[in-house]
T-cell receptor, first 114, second 113 residues
């Protein structure tokens, strides 16, 4: 069965620090990869996605992610975080096969200190 | 705003009761997904409908059922509620039945007392 692992449960950073959140998935075939963000009390919003092509994808709010097929990884990065980035971040995968559902990681809570 | 709407926002009910959660997908989206978010299980896929037909089933209990109507809105019915059913229930929609981007609604927070 497919699974997604997010290595960090809770990350605490100061403003202007760089961010990298790890995500690994287990699935041998073609995958579509997503990062979603959930601000406190709000719904999931799409940050960025990878379907094919350039493995370095850019999303909203200065986030980017790199797909490394050999490592089954899709890490999320941001060079300089802001207090407003405080949220929970979810990595998700779907195989693009007949089933369309997403498999989510457990999420990483990011707290940014002003 | 994703364009996906869900009602109600909050629902408080007692054990043993039955509730219905409603979702309207984004205009033009044919596929609707239901997910449950709880502290211990995280985000779990429940069920998917595409253009009125059930497409895929995940970790959905037999006490739970769903349907998608001709106008494409969907309802998730939860019956014989237990304390452990307390969670956030999200609906998402997409254009295609598989592989596409899913847009999430604001969720319904269910509290079972």
């Amino acid at each position: 069965a497919q699974s997604v692992s997010q290595h960090n449960h809770h990350v605490i950073l100061s403003e202007a620090a760089s961010l990298e959140l790890g995500c690994n998935y287990s699935y041998g075939g073609t995958v579509n990869l997503f990062w979603y963000v959930q601000y406190p009390g709000q719904h999931l919003q799409l940050l960025l996605k990878y379907f094919s092509g350039d493995p370095l994808v850019k999303g909203i709010k200065g986030f980017e992610a790199e797909f490394i097929k050999s490592k089954f990884s899709f890490n999320l990065r941001k060079p300089s975080v802001q207090w407003s980035d405080t949220a929970e971040y979810f990595c998700a995968v779907n195989s693009g096969g007949s089933q369309g559902n997403l498999i989510f990681g457990k999420g990483t809570k990011l707290s940014v200190k002003p | 705003d994703s364009g996906v709407t869900q009602t109600p926002k909050h629902l408080i009910t007692a054990t043993g009761q039955r509730v219905t959660l409603r979702c309207s997908p984004r205009s033009g989206d044919l596929s609707v997904y239901w997910y449950q978010q709880s502290l211990d299980q995280g985000l779990q896929f429940l069920i998917q409908y595409y253009n009125g037909e059930e497409r895929a089933k995940g970790n959905i209990l037999e006490r739970f059922s769903a349907q998608q109507f001709p106008d494409l809105h969907s309802e998730l019915n939860l019956s014989s509620l237990e304390l452990g059913d307390s969670a956030l229930y999200f609906c998402a929609s997409s254009v295609t039945p598989s592989g596409g981007t899913q847009y999430f609604g604001p969720g319904t927070r269910l509290t079972v007392l």
